[in-house]
């Protein structure tokens, strides 16, 4: 999600990751998520710099991670209910640009 619809950045080429505010001056480009149903974290992590690159991030702040479960039932042909559980994880940064 752009902080700024009509700003366009190149797609750099790596970046840094932060838990907490950078020293410097920074501009923030928006939040970036990844999320994905039994996925381990490593996985979305990727897809999450994956996804600050694409967009021209030179770093992002790492932000909340979220775990959902859910339980389902389906009736099955001949009687009784199949109970699936399933679980999905999201993790969520702020992507920045360092001034130049």
Do not use: C
């Not at 694409?54 to 099955?76: C, E, F, L, N, Y």
Request: hydrophobic share 35%; glycine share 10%; proline share 3%.
């Amino acid at each position: 999600m752009p902080t700024n619809e009509s700003a366009k950045y190149a797609p750099t080429e790596s970046i840094k990751v932060y838990w907490e505010k950078p020293e410097g001056s920074y501009i923030i480009i928006g939040r970036v998520t990844a999320e994905g149903e039994e996925l381990d974290e490593e996985t979305l992590f990727k897809g999450l710099k994956q996804k600050a690159i694409a967009v021209g991030a030179h770093a992002i702040i790492m932000g909340d991670t979220s775990r959902q479960s859910s339980v389902t039932g389906t009736t099955m042909y001949g009687g009784g209910t199949l109970i699936v559980t399933m679980s999905t994880t999201r993790l969520e940064a702020i992507a920045i640009r360092f001034a130049d």
